[in-house]
């Protein structure tokens, strides 16, 4: 979805690095939603934020940390690199307006980060 | 634990088939289910959803059927084609004010010619 885009969309650093990932929506959703995506695997949860100065852990949070910068920006961290945390990592965002049925998200094109 | 899982990990179908991609979950307080669609090097994209209070919906080319008595889930593609070739996942939401999801690993759906 063009409208949450994320940047770098393939990084490769080395252990002990630190790697910031971007992510931006022009969608004016006020959820955001940081997750991890492994070979085989489903979606694991690593950070998510309702809204600006609200930032909650999700199932997988060690080793990454988040800022809000604004609505429309949510980064994630990785202070220091590990081998294991190679994979997919998608944003997302939601708007569960007053009165929807539902809180669909919808997520970024994927930045794939390797860490030698 | 409370868990959203799939029944088939791969799928292989001809073109013109229907599809039926399946997906059980445990958590019987989940009062919402969204199927996503994965294609290879993108993000997952929304497809159709269902609430709690639904048993069937359908979408164009696409029913979700929702079984809460036995915690189960399906996806419905009618005259698959092979576009539809993708991996897809099921999500539940919990409940509650979060509206945080849990996937399920996915299924690869493969549509030969």
């Known amino acids: 979805d063009a409208d949450v885009t994320q940047t770098p969309r393939n990084r490769i650093t080395k252990t002990g690095k630190r790697i910031m990932l971007e992510c931006s929506q022009t969608?004016?959703?006020?959820?955001m939603y940081w997750y991890r995506q492994d070979p085989g695997l489903g979606l694991q949860l690593i950070y998510y934020?309702?809204?600006?100065?609200?930032?909650n852990k999700g199932e997988i949070s060690d080793g990454y940390s988040v800022s809000r910068q604004a609505q429309a920006k949510f980064s994630l961290s990785l202070e220091s690199a590990i081998p294991n945390q190679t994979a997919l990592y998608f944003c997302?965002?939601?708007?569960?307006?007053?009165?929807?049925?539902?809180?669909?998200?919808?997520f970024g094109p994927g930045t794939r980060l390797t860490v030698l | 634990g409370e868990s959203v899982g799939l029944h088939l990990p791969t799928l292989s179908v001809q073109e013109g088939d229907n599809s039926i991609i399946n997906c059980a979950y445990s958590?019987?307080?989940?009062?919402?289910f969204i199927w996503y669609k994965q294609e290879s090097g993108k993000g997952p994209q929304f497809i159709i959803d269902?609430?709690?209070?639904?048993d069937k919906r359908q979408g164009q080319r696409v029913t979700v059927l929702l079984n809460k008595t036995v915690k189960h889930l399906s996806l419905q593609i009618a005259a698959t084609q092979p576009g539809d070739s993708a991996v897809y996942f099921c999500?539940?939401?919990?409940?509650?004010?979060?509206?945080?999801?849990?996937f399920g690993k996915g299924t690869l759906l493969t549509v030969n010619p």
């Open positions: 999500a539940e939401n919990s409940g509650g004010s979060n509206y945080k999801l849990t």
């Open positions: 958590n019987s307080a989940s009062d919402y």
């Open positions: 969608k004016g959703h006020d959820r």
């Open positions: 934020s309702f809204d600006v100065k609200d930032i």
């Open positions: 997302a965002t939601s708007d569960p307006r007053s009165g929807s049925d539902t809180d669909t998200q919808y």
């Open positions: 269902i609430r709690s209070n639904m």
